[in-house]
């Protein structure tokens, strides 16, 4: 999918061959425009300018879903490339440091396969919501109050960016200051700053976080 958006605030600091390559993309989609449908359906599938929702992938969906169809082809409604967006799962919106909206919910569901063991057949699959960019917006941090650090279902803080650490709370990454706040009763936790990921699982990278 062309993020439109993306591209041209990136152009914008770019060298003039960046700004020649921009343009080529307009003359291109323009030419798409004048020449209409493609004649096949495999034409769709990689077209700058129109798209068959068959052709999504599993983590793309029009948007909005009242999009406007620009015609049919093949008994298959045709969209403009613009109104397919890409979505995204709640881990991934995280790690952007970013959050849902109030009152949001899945813009789309899909199936994920999970790995319970190592033996061939002992597979499971649960549902994945997926959101788009417009469903969320800045993590707003919550307030570490009492000495009490806020955390997770999982007993951690969630520290993919700066200001993704709770207020009233230090981030203090030395060996051993999870132990020592211990020791001095001092409520701590474990920062989560990333994944590590293996072929059967992924694994929570760790810091040290502690409300002072």
């Not at 003359?27 to 700058?48: E, T, W």
């Not at 919501?129 to 955390?151: C, F, H, M, S």
Request: net charge positive.
């Amino acid at each position: 999918m062309l993020n439109h958006e993306f591209w041209d605030n990136f152009i914008a600091d770019q060298p003039r061959h960046w700004v020649t390559l921009r343009e080529h993309t307009k003359s291109m989609k323009k030419i798409m425009v004048d020449r209409g449908f493609p004649k096949s359906l495999g034409g769709f599938k990689h077209n700058l300018v129109f798209a068959l929702e068959k052709d999504n992938l599993k983590i793309e969906a029009i948007y909005p879903k009242n999009a406007p169809v620009l015609g049919t082809f093949k008994s298959h409604n045709v969209y403009s490339r613009d109104n397919i967006r890409s979505l995204k799962q709640i881990i991934v919106i995280k790690k952007e440091g970013r959050g849902l909206k109030e009152g949001e919910v899945p813009y789309k569901m899909v199936k994920q396969k999970i790995i319970y063991d190592r033996w061939p057949g002992d597979d499971r699959w649960k549902d994945l919501p997926l959101y788009g960019d417009w469903q969320t917006e800045r993590y707003k941090a919550p307030i570490a109050e009492n000495g009490v650090v806020p955390r997770n279902e999982f007993g951690n803080v969630e520290l993919f960016k700066p200001w993704m650490l709770p207020k009233n709370a230090e981030h203090v990454d030395l060996p051993g200051s999870y132990a020592l706040a211990r020791r001095l009763n001092i409520d701590a936790a474990h920062a989560v700053v990333g994944f590590e990921f293996s072929p059967l699982s992924s694994c929570p990278c760790y810091e040290w976080g502690s409300c002072l």
